[in-house]
C-alpha cells in the first residue's frame, strides 16, 4: 500500500494567486515527520518545509505553509502568491522510525506550472 | 553551493562497463543516502549510511556497491547495469531524525 499519496499529476496557477498541492500518508506511528521537496527541471531536490507529528502549529516557511490535518491524515502545501520561478516538481515524503537516520517515503510528485 | 555535490553530473555508459559516482558532502553530516529516481516513479531509497555503516539496503541488485570510506564521502560503484538502471541517482545528507536531507543535484546516468 502506498504511504505517500499525490493525487494531482499536474497543477496550474497563475501568477500571484496562491495554490495547494494535496498530499495524504498512511503510517501507523505515533512519531513521524512530514517534508515537501521541490524539483525544478535541473533535478536537485529542494527541502521547502517540515512538520512534525507532534507539532501543534502548522508549520510556515515564508510563502510556503503546510496545512496538517492529522485526523484525515494529510499534510497539503500551500504556496501563497506564486511565483514563475515556482514551477517545478513538488514532493511530499515522510519520515518514520526512530533511528538517527531518515527512511523517507517519497509520493510521486506533482507538477506545478505556473503562468504569467 | 548545496553542500552536497555529485559528480559526475550526467554519465552514458555501456552495459559492461564499469563507472563509480562520487558524493561529497560538507555539512557535518552524520547519514548520507542514494536513492534512484526513474520516469514516473518516486525516489526508491537504495542505500543508508549512519555514522559510515551501511545500515540499510533496500533489495538493491549487486550491480549497485556502494562505498563509504568516511562520513564525508559515499560512492556508488557501477557494474554490468542493465537499460533500466538508467535514471536520476540522487545523493542526500542528514544531521539527525527531524532535519531535512540535503539533496545533490543528481547524476543523470544513461544504460545504452
Known amino acids: 500500500a502506498q504511504k505517500i499519496t499525490q493525487t494531482q499529476p499536474g497543477m496550474f496557477v497563475q501568477e500571484k494567486e496562491a495554490v495547494t498541492l494535496d498530499c495524504t500518508y498512511d503510517t501507523s506511528d505515533q512519531s513521524y515527520g512530514l517534508f515537501w521537496y521541490k524539483q525544478p527541471s535541473s533535478g536537485e531536490m529542494i527541502f521547502l518545509i517540515y512538520q512534525g507529528s507532534y507539532d501543534e502549529q502548522n508549520a510556515t516557511e515564508g510563502r510556503y505553509s503546510l496545512n496538517f490535518q492529522k485526523a484525515r491524515k494529510s499534510a497539503n502545501l500551500v504556496i501563497s502568491a506564486s511565483q514563475l520561478g515556482d514551477s517545478a516538481m513538488y514532493f511530499c515524503a515522510m519520515r518514520e522510525g526512530h533511528t538517527g537516520f531518515q527512511k523517507l517515503v517519497f509520493g510521486t510528485g506533482t507538477r506545478l506550472l505556473v503562468s504569467p | 553551493e548545496t553542500g552536497v555535490t555529485q559528480t559526475p553530473r550526467h554519465l552514458v555508459m555501456g552495459m559492461t562497463n564499469k563507472k563509480s559516482l562520487k558524493c561529497e558532502q560538507h555539512l557535518g553530516h552524520n547519514a548520507m543516502y542514494w536513492y534512484k529516481q526513474s520516469a514516473k516513479k518516486p525516489l526508491e531509497l537504495m542505500f543508508v549510511?549512519?555514522?559510515?555503516?551501511?545500515?540499510e539496503n533496500n533489495s538493491v541488485p549487486s550491480r549497485f556497491s556502494p562505498e563509504c570510506p568516511n562520513s564525508s564521502h559515499l560512492f556508488l560503484h557501477l557494474h554490468t547495469l542493465q537499460p533500466e538502471d538508467s535514471a536520476l541517482y540522487l545523493c542526500?545528507?542528514?544531521?539527525?531524525?527531524?532535519?531535512?536531507?540535503?539533496f545533490g543535484d543528481g547524476t543523470r546516468l544513461s544504460i545504452l
Open positions: 549510511y549512519n555514522f559510515k555503516e551501511q545500515t
Open positions: 542526500a545528507s542528514s544531521q539527525d531524525n527531524n532535519q531535512p536531507q540535503h
